[in-house]
């Protein structure tokens, strides 16, 4: 047997203070946590599993981490039993949490590249906080592409960050249907037509990318063709998780769990097992 | 590491007698239909050491099959964690080394870069008393996986025992397991002789075996044929999806979690029960399911065994028990699936 961990129960939650709820859209809610916790520390692209005694947990990442306020900010689609009863909150409001888990964006492999970001729908909130990295250390990095793809134009999230971000790095936007104008350029169809903006030579880029997994398979495809390698391209997954902590199975895909040595892989890594879809 | 005694038959009660003193004992017992059963026994009569293998493993005893995690109090948030343990602590008697294997595969889950604290509890609190095997059971292949018919674990367990015709050879293999035995003047002091008819018991024992399965490169072979149609051949013409194999499988740690809430809305209870990677519901994700037909779920079963297991935790998934043939209502057997694609590499 291995030696004894003295950690405490890792299933037994926490408690964090919800300090704001914002719409975002329609179907798209942003939670403003803050977890009672003394080490707050949380790196993009992990996550934490939130919910309600009664109702269950699930996994959130993070689309804001900010130590100063010791404030974290889920951005949640409306689907599912524990987002219902979570979308119901309003500040004051306590929820249960735990975490950080999972091993977050390899932002270190970024430096001195040129970076893409592919984000599809709410796959946005995740990387949210890894453009926020890019945009303070923006000399760090060669030229920044932000393509971000939706379903129609009010389901962009974050349009004021956009505007902003739109200063620094190349923000570049597609939406299936473009029906009404809208503050910022945005090209009908899938995310994938906006790749003729690209400039740089690709062998020289790092992507991370994180949305529905079809739409990662296809821009991989896509940015493999284009010359990129496939060692640096990094996807984020999603699964349903019940435990965190590589406990419960259900977030395994071959021999990864998304919850431990995920939710971001390198995509040779993980393409290689079944059932995978990328 | 120490010596070895032996235990006369004769004398088994009293020691087991000595043991229920101390622990809950649960013992093989042969019950209705002549399932062997692992009980709490409180002496000897009942207890039947020639079983060949039972329906569940002992795990269920360190990793129940339903277990209460904690309790909440709705109007003050307050958490009180279950304790999981028992309330004498436990000695798992003549559990076969297969099973025990197991066990120590469970360990590789349960008590890694995160602990589960309720399994962590149970199993510092069981003692285990191995009875190795002297003769295969049906559709065992342990010698093959590398888990019997003798014990090849060094550590993990408490006393080795090996059944011969009028005694027990006992081997302690922790303090624990030396205090079981020391003091008790039921012990003598096994030879060297001993021994050596120990190794002759063990060689018998493996040229019993009439199942086999090569398991030389067995899991790089299987990673490059994940496409093999034997998985959908057996799935859609065999698999009825009822997730026996994965509940009688003694290394199988997926769960599930629940809350029940009481009817004065007051207590949560949150809990967790065995869960299966052959239900429809466990890969489900918003918007679709990854394992959505019952080939990918049938490829899961027999891959994760057989062959990420290995990658994952170093060792395989898969303990030769024979369990999850015997109990398939349509006696799908993941050897032959594996020795299908072992032929069709080799032909081609």
Sequence with gaps: MPPKNENQNPLEPQTAIIEQHVEETDDIFSLYVRPQINDFNFRPGQFAMIGLPGYGEAPFSFSVIDPRSRMLVQTIRKAGTVVDALSALHSGGQVSFRGPFGNGWPLEKLDGKNVIVIAGGIGMAPLRPVIHHLIENRSRFGEIYLFYGVKTIEDLLFSDDLEKWSASIHVLLSADEVRQNCRLPVRQGLVTVLFDQLLEPLSDAVTFTCGPQIMMKFAAAHLILQGQAATDIYVSLERRMKCGIAQCGHCQIGAKYVCMDGPVFCLPDIQRFADTFL | ?348
């Design chain 2, 1 to 348: 590491m120490s010596e070895a005694y032996l235990l006369s038959r004769k004398r088994l009660p009293d020691w087991i007698k000595s043991l229920a003193e101390i622990y809950t004992v649960l013992g093989p017992v042969p019950l209705r239909r002549g399932q062997t059963v692992f009980e709490p026994i409180a002496s000897a009569d009942l207890l039947n050491p020639n079983y060949c293998s039972t329906m569940l493993s002992p795990r269920l005893f360190i990793y129940p099959g339903c277990q209460k995690l904690f309790t909440v109090n709705r109007s003050t948030g307050q958490y009180v964690t279950a304790d999981p343990r028992t309330q004498r602590p436990q000695l798992i008697f003549a559990i076969h080394p297969c099973d025990m294997h197991a066990i120590s595969v469970l360990d590789r889950t349960f008590l890694a870069k995160y602990e589960d604290y309720y399994y962590r509890k149970r199993r510092d609190d069981t003692v285990t008393i191995v009875l190795n095997c002297n003769k295969a059971c049906d559709s065992g292949f342990c010698d093959s996986m590398g888990t019997g018919p003798f014990l090849r674990l060094k550590q993990g367990f408490d006393v080795a025992l090996t059944a011969r015709e009028k005694d027990f050879i006992a081997e302690p293999a922790s303090e624990n397991g030396e205090r079981l035995i020391g003091g008790r003047d039921f012990f003598e002091r096994a030879t060297a002789a001993d021994l050596g008819e120990k190794e002759e018991i063990e060689q018998r024992a493996k040229r019993s075996f009439t199942k086999h399965l090569d398991t030389d490169g067995l899991p790089q072979l299987l990673m490059r044929h994940l496409d093999h149609t034997v998985y959908r051949r057996t799935a859609d013409s065999r698999c009825l999806g009822c997730t026996n194999c994965t509940m009688v499988c003694p290394t199988c740690y997926c769960y599930n979690v629940q809350d029940r809430t009481g009817y004065d809305l007051m207590t949560t209870t949150r809990q967790r029960y065995w869960d299966s990677c052959q239900e429809l519901h466990f890969a489900q994700v918003h918007g679709g399911n990854f394992r959505s037909s019952r080939e990918a779920r049938m490829r899961q079963f027999v891959t994760h065994k057989l062959a990420t297991w290995v990658e994952q935790y170093g060792c395989f998934g898969c303990i030769g028990c024979g369990r999850c043939m015997t109990w398939c209502p349509t006696g799908i057997d993941l050897t032959e699936m594996a020795k299908e694609i072992q032929r069709d590499a080799a032909e081609k």
